[in-house]
T-cell receptor
Framework: KAGVTQTPRYLIKTRGQQVTLSCSPISGHRSVSWYQQTPGQGLQFLFEYFSETQRNKGNFPGRFSGRQFSNSRSEMNVSTLELGDSALYLC???????????????FGQGTRLTVV | AQSVAQPEDQVNVAEGNPLTVKCTYSVSGNPYLFWYVQYPNRGLQFLLKYITGDNLVKGSYGFEAEFNKSQTSFHLKKPSALVSDSALYFCAVRDHILTGGGNKLTFGTGTQLKVEL
């Protein structure tokens, strides 16, 4: 069974540009969450999507957005990039959104974004 | 708000010795607790979870964790450390399903484990 796939693995962008990251969850998983990992702030929750709807959002500016498609694949977009957006962006898939606590999140290998 | 704390930035242990990575939690209600491991330039790998039941939880790669409600702790343990266990370990708490938090995880700051020969 294939794991969570994130593309691309590495990205270099210039300040002011925008970027789109992609995440394909484990087959059959319908929930996708995004996290930002930086040395200073650690792992921080960005948002979660389920059934093509954003269900939960972390404390990030509106420049960070996402969406989910009918096949559960998800993209996140960051507009007007800032140097501080340089981070490892991790995607996690879970079987369902709610109803059972006995489901763990499985993470992809991440996309390393460098803003110069 | 739910939170977890990992009081040690780094833990050093000799190969073959037991290891403990500490985690304490602060939640309202019953906690859903997890341990993940991260190797350099990789994502997070699930190790184990505590939802309910036995206080000693067994997970992947010989790791186990002890849930202690009175001390609000969920320490990760392994009886005999390997050099290959060297990695960054994260404790996490999941929002309770009744709060509508879905699968959101709140992570600790991470503990770097270094196992030396």
């Amino acid at each position: 069974k294939a794991g969570v796939t994130q593309t691309p693995r590495y990205l270099i962008k210039t300040r002011g540009q925008q970027v789109t990251l992609s995440c394909s969850p484990i087959s059959g998983h319908r929930s996708v969450s995004w996290y930002q990992q930086t040395p200073g702030q650690g792992l921080q929750f960005l948002f979660e999507y389920f059934s093509e709807t954003q269900r939960n959002k972390g404390n990030f500016p509106g420049r960070f957005s996402g969406r989910q498609f009918s096949n559960s694949r998800s993209e996140m977009n960051v507009s007007t990039l800032e140097l501080g957006d340089s981070a490892l962006y991790l995607c996690a898939s879970s079987l369902r959104y709610e109803g059972s606590p006995n489901t763990e999140a499985f993470f992809g290998q991440g996309t390393r974004l460098t803003v110069v | 708000a739910q939170s977890v704390a990992q009081p040690e930035d780094q833990v050093n242990v000799a190969e073959g010795n037991p290891l403990t990575v500490k985690c304490t939690y602060s939640v309202s209600g019953n906690p859903y607790l997890f341990w993940y491991v991260q190797y350099p330039n990789r994502g997070l790998q699930f190790l184990l979870k505590y939802i309910t039941g036995d206080n000693l939880v067994k997970g992947s790669y010989g790791f186990e964790a002890e849930f202690n409600k009175s001390q609000t702790s969920f320490h990760l343990k392994k009886p005999s450390a390997l050099v290959s266990d060297s990695a960054l370990y994260f404790c996490a708490v999941r929002d309770h399903i009744l709060t509508g938090g879905g699968n959101k995880l709140t992570f600790g700051t991470g503990t770097q484990l270094k196992v030396e020969l």
